[in-house]
């Protein structure tokens, strides 16, 4: 689209596509070419509440007004170093707990995104869960109860790479339950992740938009590259006949459960590095929002400090713990 093209569209009271609002990017023309973008990724690819999603309309290559990594990689690392402190705060609080949802066609990138996105953080705060197919006692119990056992308590960030929702779009694409049942589904999800957030959990749940050009230039690396070769599936290109298919179910179930307090965000993910910046500035603003602390000391301080120094004054006199001297 040319620039002139682009002035046209910002000129109209519309939305470019159902949920990418596409701020004006020309307010602004001293202001650093980074900040001509609109800054909040939060309100620029939400979903809003049972909102008609249409994926075909969105593009999966958008990166705004930055057109290259490089020009991306100082508010990366910004976003990166605000999330690795937040995280630092929610874990010394331990009041909040943080649950990233990820989700996305076969080669989407929700790997690499934890790799690049959680780079900085603290390993011991957080974990990784990933749900596939059941096994025989998971399907012996309702569909979230293997789910609700990697939940995120107080301190913690847990990130599902694939999640509850493949109960909603691999069973309903193979036909292994029917719309009515998927629709009943979509309620128990957002009664489950609701009792969540009531219990001081924040949820980010993110769709890594990609196109089926992209999926296959993404299976020819994983051809090329020997470091890839693990990654290649049975499944890989009989799944992909099923991208249509994949498309509706997606577009159904971001409909059916994007809430204000459990949001969906549809991310532009062709560009990864553009994937990267969206996805970590959304989880840094959001966890900024929560006004995390560090908890008072348990302890008196001025107390520790006097044995603090005391014990200073004792290694100065040649004195073992305990009063002994040494020798």
């Known amino acids: ?161 694939r999640s509850h929702y493949e109960d909603v779009l691999v069973t309903r694409v193979h036909k292994l339950v029917d719309k009515k049942t998927c629709a009943r589904r979509y309620e128990h999800i957002r009664d489950f992740e609701a009792l969540l957030v009531e219990s001081g959990t924040t949820i980010l749940k993110f769709f890594l938009h990609i196109s089926r050009e992209e999926q296959l230039a993404r299976f020819a690396q994983r051809l090329d590259d020997p470091g890839r070769n693990w990654k290649i599936s049975e499944s890989d290109y009989s799944e992909r006949e099923l991208w249509d298919d994949y498309v509706d179910a997606y577009e159904d179930a971001i409909r059916a459960t994007s809430t204000a307090n459990a949001p969906w965000y549809v991310i532009p993910a062709n560009h990864k590095w553009f994937r990267n910046l969206a996805v970590s500035q959304i989880i840094a603003d959001s966890m900024a929002d929560l006004d995390l602390a560090f908890p008072a000391p348990s302890v008196n301080l001025a107390d520790i400090k006097r044995k603090y120094h005391a014990a200073v004054e004792e290694g100065k006199d040649g004195r073992k713990p305990g009063g002994r001297k040494k020798g």
């Open 1 to 161: 689209m040319t620039i002139e093209a682009q002035r046209h569209l910002l000129q109209a009271p519309t939305l470019i596509s159902c949920a990418f609002s596409y701020h004006n990017e020309f307010a602004g023309e001293d202001s650093p070419s980074w900040r001509l973008e609109a800054l909040d990724y939060r309100k620029q690819f939400s979903v809003k509440s049972a909102e008609k999603v249409r994926l075909d309309k969105l593009d999966p290559s958008y990166t705004g007004k930055l057109t290259s990594e490089d020009a991306a990689k100082d508010d990366v690392k910004g976003y990166l170093k605000e999330l690795a402190h937040q995280q630092v705060l929610l874990y010394a609080e331990h009041k909040h707990s943080v649950l990233v949802v990820l989700q996305g066609m076969d080669a989407g990138g929700k790997d690499g995104t934890i790799r690049h996105v959680f780079s900085g953080v603290n390993p011991q705060g957080v974990d990784v869960a990933s749900f596939k197919q059941p096994t025989p006692l998971e399907l012996a119990h309702d569909f979230l109860w293997r789910v609700h056992a990697q939940a995120p308590r107080a301190g913690q960030i847990v990130i599902f790479n």
